[in-house]
Nanobody, 127 residues
């Protein structure tokens, strides 16, 4: 069993910043990618950012590219999402996810490739 726990959500004004953290723990034996997804009220869950096991490969959705940065510390099984220049449309519950075993430089952007999910952390951006 793998446990995934997010932290760092909150409320900020437009233009502000937040840093989300996610720690994975439990029976993890293989290399895996980690990713952030988000779900706004009344909308489907959408991909935000992903990072490979080595950290050498990252990908972002068009809506956050240039404003958000994903990073990880494998020694701590931890991934971060630095969110800058936040907009009201970034308001959502943000979920961290751990992928199925993948090659060390590979990522996936489809939620079906992620086996373990956190409970989510709320991010609210006011105008």
């Amino acid at each position: 069993q793998v446990n995934v726990v997010e932290s760092g959500g909150g409320s900020v004004q437009a233009g502000g910043s937040l840093r989300l953290s996610c720690v994975a723990s439990g029976r993890i034996f293989s290399s895996y990618a980690m990713a952030w997804f988000r779900q706004a009220p009344g909308k489907e869950r959408e991909f935000v950012a992903a990072i490979s096991w080595t950290g050498s490969t990252t990908d972002y959705s068009d809506s956050v590219d240039g404003r958000f940065t994903v990073s990880r510390e494998n020694g701590k099984n931890t991934v971060y999402l630095q969110m800058n220049s936040l907009k009201p449309e970034d308001t959502a519950v943000y979920y961290c996810a751990v992928s199925r075993p993948l090659p060390v430089h590979m990522i996936q952007v489809d939620s079906t490739d992620y086996n373990y999910w956190g409970q989510g952390t709320q991010v609210t951006v006011s105008s």
